[in-house]
């Protein structure tokens, strides 16, 4: 796993490469924030990068873009290494879903942002991947929690009422999405 000092490094990096899209900007889902309350931090690992983030993407009222953006570097499309700027309505979900069912423990992503051209090839692969994902427009995260069971998780991601959840179990993780509210269950 990466410390938090090699992430700030690669975030320079990134950062200095140019990220794509990456701006203040808080999507249609805007008006469902959490505008109010004590900071909000994530733990966050990505388990293809092995890039963890502890993040308090929320203070004094407000988010905290340049955390924010370590955020999004976390989740970004890792076999493009292509960043855009997620909906914060997600990271207000994972902090919900984290701070609930397990608040010591890092939540992991499976997959956050993907580019075109990465879903059509996990699309080709035949991986269940949607032709028109959430995930191309930084509306949606595959997740899991260690020592939470995926049950648990999905019972908790549906209180949310915030977008769609896909259930995965034979695959180990729960999608979360700010889409229209709607649940299903894949494999």
């Keep these: 796993m990466l410390d938090r000092r090699r992430f700030l490094q690669q975030f320079a990096a990134v950062s200095a490469a140019g990220m794509t899209g990456l701006s203040n900007q ?39 873009d340049s955390e924010i953006e370590m955020l999004d570097i976390l989740v970004r499309d890792f076999r493009a290494n ?33 580019s075109p051209n990465t879903n059509a090839a996990l699309r080709k692969a035949g991986g269940g991947v949607a032709k028109k994902s959430l995930h191309m427009q930084g509306r949606a995260m595959d997740i899991r929690i260690p020592g939470v069971s995926n049950a648990d998780l999905h019972k908790a991601a549906l209180a949310l009422k915030s977008g769609g959840v896909g259930y995965y179990p034979n695959s180990g993780f729960i999608h979360l999405d700010t889409g229209r509210v709607r649940r299903w269950q894949g494999s």
């Excluded at 909000?40 to 890039?51: C, Q, S």
Aim: cysteine-free; hydrophobic content about 40%; overall charge negative.
């Design 82 to 114: 292509d960043v855009i700027s997620m909906d914060r309505q997600l990271y207000q979900d994972l902090f919900v879903l984290q701070e609930t069912l397990a608040p010591s423990q890092p939540m992991y992503i499976i997959s956050g942002y993907r």
């Design 26 to 64: 808080a999507f249609a889902s805007q008006e469902n924030l959490i505008v109010d309350g004590p900071d909000r931090t994530l733990n966050l690992y990505n388990i293809h990068t092995g890039e963890t983030v502890k993040s308090t993407f929320w203070s004094q009222g407000q988010f905290v």
